[in-house]
């Protein structure tokens, strides 16, 4: 096994569903074979949409495990892999920071970076590299862990250990959620800050994590206490429009009280983060009562 870096952004031509699957041209078959059953972290490039784009971020949002490859059925030549425990970082960490090259392979020996090791879509990364990148997207965590909550405990063991722990993921989850709504209730739009400066949204998963849902922004909404044990138990839900739909059974009679006049989601401005239709479906034929 082997760590490795997947390159990978909205715009790719390519079939990427990255908190689940990967999609790859025979090109890299090897290469995502010595990384099958070990961790990879995903990069967006700067190019992403056209040889002349300058968009992407230049740096490493996410990680994941390689737990399956399989063969395109529709495209010749081209891959699968399936992945698990996806998780975003706490920021982007860009590939360079204070003029280190986190893959000293991007790095010719003049100093300049090398074009050609970054054309590579999956490059095989050393692990002191892989854990100094996943150390550094995930700092902004460490920092915020008080000595009083439960996820403190893991803040001593390798990263590597840390980020697949179920506390770890559910705060790490939690946060992400709550900064791309800015802190605010998806569905009645109220922005509440206890005492203590905290936000009291909750970020609710649309496919729960029991029922193999990803720890992923776009499956995830922020929502009050109220509105998401409506959401949870199949009360309310949402269709591709980001509509708000109404179960007949069990719902106070004074819903809508609640809910924003127009009776709509309200989504985060960046589109990456925007609940996925395949999950708002799932919800709908899974959970919701209606």
């Known amino acids: 096994m082997a760590k490795a870096v997947f390159t990978a952004s909205e715009?790719?031509?390519y079939d990427d569903r990255i908190e689940?699957?990967?999609h790859?041209?025979?090109t890299y078959l090897k290469q995502v074979e010595a990384a099958?059953?070990?961790m990879i972290v995903y990069y967006e490039p700067r190019r992403t949409t056209g040889p002349s784009s300058a968009?992407?971020?230049?740096?490493y949002f996410a990680f994941a495990r390689v737990t399956g490859i399989r063969a395109d059925p529709a495209l010749d030549g081209h891959f699968y892999a399936d992945v698990t425990?996806?998780?975003e970082f706490g920021r982007p960490v860009p590939f360079m920071e204070l003029g280190r090259y986190y893959e000293s392979r991007l790095q010719k020996p003049d100093g300049s970076t090398s074009k050609g090791a970054f054309g590579r879509s999956v490059r095989i990364v050393p692990e002191a590299e892989f854990d100094a990148i996943m150390a550094a997207g995930y700092a902004v965590d460490r920092e915020r862990w008080e000595v009083n909550e439960p996820v403190a405990e893991y803040a001593d063991r390798p990263i590597v250990e840390r980020v697949v722990a179920r506390p770890f993921r559910d705060r790490a989850f939690q946060r992400q959620v709550r900064n791309a709504y800015d802190n605010r209730c998806a569905v009645t739009g109220l922005r509440l800050i206890n005492g203590g400066g905290r936000p009291e949204v909750q970020a609710a998963h649309i496919r729960p994590v029991e029922m193999k849902g990803p720890d992923t922004v776009r499956n995830g909404i922020a929502l009050t206490g109220t509105a998401h044990w409506l959401f949870d138990r199949g009360l309310i839900a949402f269709d591709d429009d980001y509509r708000l739909?109404?179960?007949q059974h069990g719902v106070p009679d004074d819903l809508d009280k609640l809910i924003l006049p127009d009776k709509r989601l309200?989504?985060?401005a960046n589109p990456d983060w925007r609940p996925h239709p395949v999950y708002l479906r799932w919800h709908r034929e899974h959970l919701f009562k209606s």
């Open 85 to 87: 425990d996806y998780l």
């Open 20 to 22: 689940q699957w990967y």
């Open 24 to 26: 790859f041209p025979k």
């Open 11 to 13: 715009s790719s031509a």
């Open 266 to 268: 309200m989504v985060p």
């Open 36 to 38: 099958l059953g070990d």
């Open 245 to 247: 739909l109404v179960s």
């Open 55 to 59: 968009t992407g971020r230049s740096a």
